[in-house]
């Protein structure tokens, strides 16, 4: 990033002089890696069911995506730990983007369990249907 300052001599300024210097310098800044990291409950549930997400993610900005195993985006948040209420059975990957609205820097994660932004040991949530329970009575 490049600083300037620039001095001005006031007492200069005030007798209509432009009495000033600027400096200009570049500092090179090494920032910390932004992190994105997520927990969620439960990894399989039967229906209806939430999934709860707890962000352990480094930034200030924080874009979820839930999306359907048809690649459907079931639901959005900027909360910085949503839940999100499952609409129907299936299986639900959670995507994250973790941002730096300072810095500019970005990061990626989701429970996909393949691909370059999967966290280990991850993988999508479940949600298993419902069974209906039925019968008939018949005289015999």
Known sequence: RDVSITAINIDAQA?????SNTFTKTIN???PPLVADFDYTPFEACFPSAIQVTNNSTGNLFEWQLIDQNGVVQAVSNLDNPTFFIANPGDYTIFLRASNTITGQFALADNSGVGANAMPGKSPVRIYPTPQAAFQARPT
């Open 15 to 19: 007798a209509g002089l432009d009495c």
């Open 29 to 31: 800044l090494i920032l």
